[in-house]
């Protein structure tokens, strides 16, 4: 392709971004020193040697692109302004500018009505300042650097009034210094958001894990959210972009707080640690996006959806220059396990070395593979320094058998065999239509999001159950009719099937939970070879297990074989 | 890591072979021209300038190697011989040389009991000597080069007598001939296959389509292929490759014949155009597959297998010099479009100048999705040159709708609209359970392995045809019961439903095809985000159209809307 791109620095971001850029035949000229990480995957004679931080490299750089971009945000705004006269720079020198200085980046997103969390620059780094702005924004607080923080540095959280004086003196005294109002977030998610000429898409909403204030894990989608929050973090993502001028890619930090609510954290205008997932689990990754969005390539937003959900799990380096090369043998004998090491030769204890990605057809699945990963990362640390968020248990069920009321609970049980049989993962819940509505309600609408793929649900008698659930959600359900006390069941049954048109509940005979289990086998079956198999199987022993009778009648006379097997004379 | 690999040649394939050892940070040495395509993402001092079939650049790229490969059979296997005694050389040189020679290598699966075409070598190239293989395999039959033959070039069809003569002048005199049987096959398939230390394991079996001889398309997996067929090309193939020496991927094609016979055309002993698709669609590609196998590093079968379905379209040259860049350019325009541009400069036509892939969820989906890129690639071809087997229609049915009599299908047509509105490919068919029921039952036995994933059968009255038919297959059945022109239809309703305990059938109400309908896209959701999203959809505007509803009967009064709306007064 004709147009060239010039990149400020040649890390990690920049070899993943050329990775990306050789597809397409871009030419990619990087500034940084000779053998940097990024230039190790691309040969021509566009680069420059030199530091991004230097004006005439940065000149010479200039005259060889088309459009200059950055992989770090931390550049002399001062020197993109004076190429931005004669060169394209994505995103503008003004977002970069807006965005290095932390506290003007929340004032700007705050004027523009994004949530952040309540912030208070201090005048100078002095006692009565932090005293000032702890009255403001409350205690505990985070003290933070304006400038020149990532992954963790440039943070100190003051928990009490004893600790200003230690706060100060870790952060510098001649540093811009703001106070954050402290977020008790239940969560932290991410959302990789594309600006393009005429768009703003947006990656799926993922989850990540920080140990240390550094990356750890990333898990697409992000976990246990439901759809109504992670389109809220969403548009949430895509508002706080919008607010920027220029194309490219931006990563974008949220809390989520028990309230439900979200908040910006803070935003990146470059590709981040938090959209690597995207190279395998996308059929666009953030560094095809960026160059597609800064190039003016077309773009969709299909391109930005997942394709399996994925979990990343950083390479950090350890005590030894090689660990990182003990890690990738260790991943290697891992299923699915994709490895990026980022060629920056010997390891510096907690310097990000590369990274893996696991994508799988559902995320227990993933969570299953990456497991033996995350322990052996785990392995050298004091136990006290666990993951801050424990993942979830393996097997996450796949299916969920609800019952309006426990007396159900004996006609589910041979269903409940059948998913044991057949190794489906599943939950069994006590929710009624009608004594507990909205738990009802409230269950429904998430179970998809929380990875169940078909609902089991039994009812008697008015039986409005399985239809509401119906109601609630876009899984396949499944209704039981349950045998009330009184009467034959006709009523559980007719209320189960006499759906209105839109709202469909498959429906099996009276009591027959074994006939709801199979179902719900068949259901799963189409996207999973192995219930497919174990499927078939069954119904083969059954066709045995007839013809095996067939065999005995016709060996011992109908008189003979109701006597021994009917215990009838 | 530790190991450096070193490869004679630098084409596309190295490219993309070092695209992967890349991300092990594994060296790999080129020996080809210095800006070559495999060179050009990957900088380092290893390489080596110069011919792969000169002696002295061989030797000094083996003294900067621990194990040599090919990304080319045509190289000098008694150079590769010699270097063999002092590094590892992999696959072995036996292994090349054999495989070089297409009739030995014929010959040699011949002795191993793997199914090749009938093939007799001519002792030189004369008229008599064509005569005599002619009267051996018969005519018509293909004239091959025993050697250096690739992408067609080397190979001559020949009808009859009258082709003897421009067959030979064709293929040149001074080559080693054979003829080889006319394979008159329906299908070409391919696999890749890879050889380890201890383990042959195998990609998923493709469909190839070649026009002019030149590889085209690759359908991931092959279409239209049993289960059946599909295991047996997998043995086939790996039994094909177990009968060589050493390590390596290796790409097996072969033919299927319409007796559903498959045998062996030939072997690549090297990462090959028929698995340039594994880099999107598998957890590790064919490239990975083939470092991790000559370095000894582990692999797993469930790493070779289908993330998504896909299909891979090469990019030739064109008449200008910029024709792929103009592929590239129309390609980017279209969502889930993996583009591999592959570094050779200007464009020739006809040369293989990259590839793109689209992977989705589905085969139709893909299908759709590259269809205008084939007629991009098809735009300038005059209309008789048209593929040599045409792509199967787009919409391969996913459901079946079935009905016991012509009387059912009125009942039937909204719920085929909701089918058709969420662009989910259906079959119609008439087939009783009382009238056809042989017919019945091989609709239902095949249904699965001819690519439905969903039945729905409507009858009335003794209703047989649902739970017949769940009886025959382990997909999900679903009952639609018709009310008869006596009755209610509860006697419809309670033959689909009250099924016997081990063959379920998902019933909904009485004539109400809506909800059949909704519920087989409920159940294909699970595994299609398309689907899931459309059905999503029609939920969010039943709502509307229900608050719509309310929000008029609130304003105009419960008389005045009866009035206007239901025409009563």
Not at 63 to 80: F, G, N, P, Q, R
Not at 212 to 218: A, E, F
Request: hydrophobic share 40%; with cysteine; proline share 5%.
């Amino acid at each position: 392709m004709e147009k060239r791109v010039g990149v400020l620095g040649g890390g990690q971001l920049g070899r993943m971004l050329v990775e990306a850029a050789n597809l397409l035949e871009i030419q990619v000229n990087f500034l940084d020193a000779p053998k940097s990480s990024a230039k190790q995957v691309s040969n021509h004679d566009g680069h420059v040697d030199g530091s991004f931080k230097d004006a005439e490299a940065i000149k010479n750089l200039t005259a060889k692109s088309d459009v200059v971009t950055v992989e770090i945000e931390h550049v002399d705004t001062y020197m993109l302004e004076e190429i931005s006269k004669i060169v394209d720079v994505q995103p503008s020198w003004q977002t970069i500018r807006m965005i290095q200085d932390k506290f003007a980046q929340k004032e700007h997103l705050q004027k523009y009505g994004v949530a952040v969390a309540q912030s208070v620059a201090l005048k100078e780094a002095s006692i009565e300042e932090l005293e000032s702005a702890g009255k403001t924004v409350g205690l505990p607080l985070m003290l933070k650097s304006r400038k020149e923080a990532y992954d963790g540095r440039g943070n100190f959280p003051v928990k009490t009034k004893d600790d200003f004086k230690s706060a100060l003196e870790a952060l510098g005294s001649n540093r811009d210094l703001y106070a954050e109002k402290w977020a008790n977030f239940s969560l932290e998610l991410a959302v990789m958001v594309v600006k393009t000429k005429d768009d703003v898409f947006s990656f799926p909403t993922v989850e990540t894990i920080h140990e240390n204030s550094i990356c750890k894990l990333v898990y697409a989608p992000a976990r246990g959210v439901s759809d109504s929050i992670n389109k809220q973090a969403q548009e949430l993502a895509r508002k706080a972009v919008s607010c920027f001028q220029g194309k490219g890619v931006f990563g974008v930090e949220m809390f989520l707080l028990p309230d439900d609510t979200l908040l910006i954290n803070e935003i990146a205008p470059r590709p981040h640690n938090s959209g690597h997932y995207t190279i395998e689990a996308c059929p666009v990754s953030q560094y095809e996006a960026h160059l597609r969005a800064i190039l003016d390539l077309p773009l969709h937003q299909e391109d930005l959806e997942l394709r399996e959900p994925a979990i990343m799990l950083n390479i950090l380096g350890g005590d030894s220059p090689n660990s990182h090369h003990a890690f990738a043998r260790e991943a290697l004998k891992h299923r699915r396990t994709k490895i990026h090491l980022y060629g920056k030769g010997q390891a510096k204890k907690g310097r990000k070395m590369g990274h893996i990605t696991v994508c799988a057809p559902t995320m227990p699945e993933a969570e299953q593979l990456i497991q033996p990963m995350i322990e052996f990362a785990d392995k050298d640390k004091p136990s006290s320094t666990t993951t801050t968020k424990p993942t979830q248990p393996n097997e996450q069920p796949q299916v969920a058998v609800i019952m309006g009321s426990d007396s159900d609970l004996p006609i589910l049980l041979p269903g409940l065999a059948i998913l044991s049989r057949f190794h489906i993962p599943y939950t069994t819940r006590i929710t009624s239509a009608h004594r507990t509505p909205s738990v009802m309600a409230s269950f429904a609408s998430s179970a998809s999001s929380q990875g169940i793929k078909v609902i089991i649900a039994a009812a008697g008698g008015a039986a409005h159950l399985p239809g509401m659930t119906a109601a609630y959600t876009s899984l396949p359900v499944i209704g039981v009719p349950v045998k009330p006390t009184v009467g034959d069941g006709m009523d559980s049954l007719l209320s189960i099937c006499n759906m209105p048109k839109g709202v469909p509940v498959a429906t099996v005979g009276v009591n027959n939970a074994v006939n709801g289990a199979l179902l719900a086998a068949r259901i799963l079956g189409a996207g999973d070879v192995g219930v497919r198999r174990r499927v078939e199987g069954y119904i083969r022993e059954s066709e045995e297990e007839v013809k095996g009778k067939d065999g005995r009648l016709v060996e011992m006379g109908a008189e003979g074989y109701a006597e021994k097997f009917l215990g009838k004379k």
